[in-house]
């Protein structure tokens, strides 16, 4: 078997003396039936002074709340100064601009934050779904649920279960499916045994594989040398095992997602969250705005950004479409139309470490550290590895991909989908390599434009070591998982922040009890729950 990792030094306490349940509803029952200036000078008060200055522009300040006092989802209503905060933190780029130009700005966000509101609101069909695997990640499992429900409108779940898990998150899931939140486009959750998307044949092919490993070493003199090879081999084969499975639940996800005639749907991590890039070093973009500012915007008041912006390009997608076969139909020379395809989208990931400032009272960061979102902020530097995709079912490309039909090579030859069974190929960052690449080739520069614009990014959070080490059965114990891999990564930055996904927590507690504030008992059930969920994955260690 492979060796237990040595104790590490003892870390931190996660959280202070607080119940985070009792907080929560706390600030629920405050934001459901309490004053809205109360609320959010109570929100305020739950961070520490320089998590204070971070949020400016994402807590409105009380000089301007009586503006969304009477609006839903708490928009600034047309021809109203958008608050002011929002630019307290950017000296750099207000140092830049004269005061009229700082004006124009704030007009055209808010402009555009109200257009793009409205796109919401009138949305209540469709939704985004999710493939995602689990393993011991019932810590993560909440806040990942809550941030996309928000953003993302996500509302569709298939959670496939490692066969290797400790744990279950049933009960999270009946939690989530039991309420359902009574508002437009309530979540279903399922979760998936690896019976669901794994042959018979094939589970029995890899338990036989390791049962041959273990017995090969069981014999074996207790030294070093047959220790380290039993954990490099017996490590490996679980290591492509998962990865295998990770590609069969892929494919039977999708599968699944084509007979519901689902449309976008996503297959990044619990550990990832779709968001919008940071400003590097004062620069603004080329149009003289903020990105910071323009992404917390996104956050604070625009729920189902993300879906809503998506389908919107989608919309100007097909009309290049119909432009450009009417074109071709004119000249009578033919030619395909995956020039202007939008089926996949792949977005760059930057990971963001463990380090946290010291040097802060430990009380007033209790509230923060039940979420990821919001307890990190420190960026390791550059891409973290391979983008993540979102894919589009209702595309024929991706529908017959998805059913292994998808031939890139007749499509591209006879402007229509022919149907093959050759392509199998399935990758847990590209998802359809063979279609995002062609697609992502022949897209038009307008599509390209419109997709780069929002300046989409996916976030990967290492977190902490306890949240880190919380699958004792994961592949990579021994390898890759362990407490100095972890130590190595958790302080890796050169100093560059982002908090430009802070406000969505903030809007998301708007954006329920607006709906119906009967639940805010379930939501904080629900949430956070991370202190207590690590502790005991702690003490179950500590028995092994």
């Known amino acids: 078997m492979i060796h237990p990792l040595s104790k590490p030094p003892k870390s931190r306490m996660i959280g202070g003396g607080i119940s985070p349940l009792i907080l929560f509803v706390g600030v629920l029952i405050l934001c459901c039936f309490g004053s809205t200036i109360l609320h959010r000078q109570s929100m305020i008060s739950l961070f520490s002074s ?69 796109d919401a609101d009138a949305d209540d069909t469709g939704h985004f779904s999710a493939c995602t695997l689990w393993m011991d990640d019932n810590h993560r499992l909440d806040e990942w649920l809550a941030y996309h429900y928000y953003i993302l409108k996500l509302r569709y779940v298939i959670i496939g279960i490692d066969p290797y898990s400790k744990t279950s998150p049933q009960k999270i899931i009946n939690k989530w499916n039991q309420y359902n939140f009574n508002i437009s486009g309530n979540i279903t959750i399922i979760g998936w045994n690896e019976t669901e998307y794994v042959s018979k044949k094939v589970r029995k092919q890899n338990k036989n594989e390791l049962n041959e490993i273990e017995s090969k070493y069981q014999n074996k003199n207790n030294d070093t040398n047959t220790n380290t090879d039993f954990t490099l081999l017996y490590g490996t084969a679980k290591t492509n095992q998962y990865l295998s499975r990770q590609r069969l639940f892929m494919k039977e996800c999708s599968r699944h997602m084509v007979s519901l005639s689902k449309t976008w749907v996503s297959y990044h991590d619990l550990d990832e969250y779709i968001s919008f890039q940071h400003k590097t070093d004062g620069i603004i973009n080329d149009s003289g705005k903020d990105i910071t500012i323009i992404g917390q915007q996104k956050f604070k008041n625009q729920p189902y950004y993300i879906y809503n912006k998506l389908n919107q390009i989608k919309k100007q997608q097909e009309a290049i479409v119909q432009q450009h076969e009417q074109h071709h139909a004119y000249n009578n020379t033919g030619g395909s139309s995956s020039s202007s395809l939008m089926g996949c989208i792949s977005i760059h990931r930057k990971r963001f470490c463990s380090k946290e400032d010291e040097n802060k009272d430990e009380n007033k960061y209790d509230y923060i550290k039940k979420f990821d979102t919001l307890r990190y902020k420190y960026l390791t530097p550059n891409r973290d590895g391979q983008p993540k995709s979102f894919i589009d079912l209702s595309q024929p490309g991706p529908k017959a991909y998805a059913m292994g039909e998808y031939d890139s090579n007749n499509e591209q030859r006879n402007h229509h989908i022919k149907y093959s069974a050759s392509n199998k190929v399935w990758n847990p960052h590209t998802v359809m390599p063979m279609y995002c690449q062609e697609e992502e080739k022949n897209r038009s520069k307008a599509i390209k434009s419109l997709i780069g614009n929002e300046k989409f990014v996916m976030n990967h959070y290492l977190g902490s070591w306890e949240s880190y080490s919380a699958r004792p059965n994961d592949s990579r114990i021994g390898g890759l998982r362990t407490y100095d891999a972890w130590l190595e990564r958790s302080n890796f930055t050169n100093g560059q922040t982002s908090i430009v996904s802070r406000p969505w927590f903030n809007g998301f507690i708007h954006f329920i009890c607006d709906d119906d504030p009967t639940i805010a008992a379930p939501i904080a059930r629900g949430l956070p729950g991370r202190k207590e969920q690590e502790e005991e994955q702690r003490r179950k260690r500590n028995e092994m």
Do not use: C, F, W, Y
């Not at 958008?82 to 780029?93: E, I």
């Not at 004006?103 to 402009?111: F, L, V």
């Open 50 to 118: 320089e998590v204070e200055e971070d949020m400016k522009g994402i807590l409105p300040t009380t000089a301007n709340i009586r503006t969304e006092m009477h609006n839903d989802h708490g928009i600034e209503e047309k021809g109203k100064e958008v608050n002011k905060a929002t630019t307290t933190d950017t000296p750099s780029s207000s140092s830049r601009m004269s005061s009229e130009q700082q004006q124009q700005q704030r007009q055209e966000q808010q402009e555009q934050q109200e257009e793009d509101t409205t």
